[in-house]
């Protein structure tokens, strides 16, 4: 399966319930999608008997979560501002400036990410659709470069980690194939509302 795009990068706060669900406020397309980078970590041993390795374990335990978009989308700067709990008064008589403030003692918020990439199975275009239901995201991160002699675009990314949600079976990411673009993002929408 060769992904190759990248679209409808959707997050929602994460709210666990009594219940054994996962209910997601706030769900809001990110921004345009450039990059999502998932990468897994591992708890690892080994026994050696021998001089030589006995046995060997590895355990997924979670990852972490690179993302890239061209902006952060303006309702997506007001639910971040939320979930960072953070805000910024505007200056009297001044127009309103919508951003977040990042402080030292901001910590990060659990979301559910949904995300999905076309690619190609077997000769045919499907789109792989993959949603991670607990991630702590971090305020964004910013980069910036003086105008010279060729133009390089400066783009916002966040960072955070994926971890075994609080549910039954403690899933870290999900993945399935949809034959039409509208039927993964009703995927990730539906996840992204109420999830078991």
Known sequence: MPAFDLRYIKIGYAEPQGNGTIKYRQAKLLGDAITVNMELRFAEARAWAESNIAA??????????????????????????????????????????????????????A?????????????????????????????PTQGYQTLGENVTFSTPTLTGEFMPAPLAGHPLFETGIADREDRAISWIDKLLGTYS
Not at 83 to 104: A, C, K, Q, Y
Not at 115 to 129: I, L, Q, R, S
Request: glycine fraction near 10%.
């Open 56 to 109: 060997a374990l590895r355990r997924v335990i979670g990852g972490t979560i690179s993302i890239g978009v061209d902006q952060i989308n303006k309702d997506a700067y007001v639910s971040i501002n939320e979930m960072f709990r953070s805000s910024r008064t505007p200056i009297p008589d001044e127009e309103t400036i919508i951003g977040h403030t990042v402080r030292m003692s901001g910590g990060a918020i």
């Open 111 to 139: 979301a559910g990410l949904g995300f999905y990439a076309p690619d190609m199975v077997d000769g045919v275009e499907k789109y792989c659709c993959v949603f991670a239901p607990w991630v702590q995201i971090y305020p």
